[in-house]
């Protein structure tokens, strides 16, 4: 990969692991476009659209979104013209199934790195708990919180040993300050897309 080449990436890691808040910070650094199933879904229950109207009970009770519809998705994302040249997936994705779709969506290239955001249930539980006191998200009450975590270890999990085979994860302690973290994650990212010192102190000096 050379400087003016940029990546194809994802982000993932369970409910709550700070990748929403992650992914805006790697796409800036990486300038590529971030795209987030997640806000995919939240805008168009938001608008009111046929989108909408059909995840919004999924989402608020924090099963996934089935396969066929969130493929179909990205696909449309995917092949948007900001996305051409590089990415960052952040919560797709989130099932083999969905593996499987990205995988021809490609098209024979390969995702660049897999950012693998590492947090403990009690940890993530917090945060959102938290959150739900912020924001007011429906998906963000105790019980549906405590599901999206048990929807992770059972169908989002074994992705993590599938990109490790490929030799593309890149794994990140996500506890601690959002600067810590995002520092992990450039330091990890640099390394494994073979970025030179400068290039990476560039990005991180914001030049
Ligand atoms: P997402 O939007 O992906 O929701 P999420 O997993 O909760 O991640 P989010 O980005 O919100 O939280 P983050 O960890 O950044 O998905 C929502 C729903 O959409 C899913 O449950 C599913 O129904 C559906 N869906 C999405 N993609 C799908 C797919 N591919 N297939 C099927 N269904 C799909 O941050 C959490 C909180 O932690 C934030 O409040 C943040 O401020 C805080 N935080 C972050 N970093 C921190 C740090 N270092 N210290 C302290 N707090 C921190």
């Given at each position: 990969m050379?400087?003016t080449?940029?990546?194809?990436?994802?982000?993932i890691?369970?409910p709550?692991?700070?990748?929403?808040t992650q992914?805006s910070?790697?796409?800036?650094r990486?300038?590529?476009?971030?795209?987030?199933t997640?806000?995919?879904?939240?805008?168009?229950?938001k608008?009111?659209?046929?989108?909408?109207k059909q995840v919004?009970?999924?989402i608020e009770?924090?099963?996934?979104v089935?396969d066929?519809?969130?493929?179909?998705?990205v696909?449309?994302?995917?092949?948007?013209?900001?996305?051409?040249r590089?990415?960052l997936?952040?919560g797709?994705?989130r099932t083999?199934?969905?593996?499987h779709?990205?995988?021809g969506?490609l098209?024979?290239?390969?995702?660049?790195a897999?950012?693998l955001l590492?947090?403990?249930?009690?940890a993530?539980v917090?945060?959102?708990?938290k959150?739900a006191?912020?924001?007011?998200?429906?998906?963000?009450?105790?019980e549906?919180i405590r599901h999206?975590?048990e929807?992770?270890a059972?169908?989002?999990a074994p992705?993590?040993?599938?990109?490790?085979?490929r030799?593309i994860?890149v794994s990140?302690d996500?506890l601690?300050?959002?600067e810590?973290?995002a520092?992990?994650i450039?330091?990890?990212l640099?390394?494994k897309?073979?970025l030179?010192?400068?290039v990476?102190?560039?990005?991180k000096?914001?030049?």
């Amino acid at each position: 990969m050379t400087e003016t080449d940029s990546a194809r990436l994802l982000i993932i890691g369970p409910p709550g692991a700070g990748k929403g808040t992650q992914a805006s910070r790697i796409a800036e650094r990486y300038d590529v476009p971030a795209i987030s199933t997640g806000d995919i879904f939240r805008a168009n229950i938001k608008g009111g659209t046929e989108l909408g109207k059909q995840v919004q009970q999924i989402i608020e009770s924090g099963e996934l979104v089935p396969d066929s519809l969130t493929n179909e998705i990205v696909a449309d994302r995917l092949a948007q013209e900001d996305a051409a040249r590089g990415f960052l997936l952040d919560g797709y994705p989130r099932t083999v199934d969905q593996v499987h779709a990205l995988d021809g969506m490609l098209d024979g290239r390969s995702l660049d790195a897999v950012i693998l955001l590492e947090a403990d249930t009690d940890a993530v539980v917090a945060r959102l708990m938290k959150r739900a006191e912020l924001e007011g998200r429906a998906d963000d009450t105790e019980e549906v919180i405590r599901h999206r975590q048990e929807v992770y270890a059972e169908q989002t999990a074994p992705l993590v040993e599938l990109f490790s085979k490929r030799g593309i994860l890149v794994s990140v302690d996500g506890l601690g300050t959002v600067e810590e973290v995002a520092d992990r994650i450039s330091d990890g990212l640099d390394a494994k897309l073979g970025l030179g010192t400068e290039v990476g102190a560039n990005a991180k000096a914001g030049r």
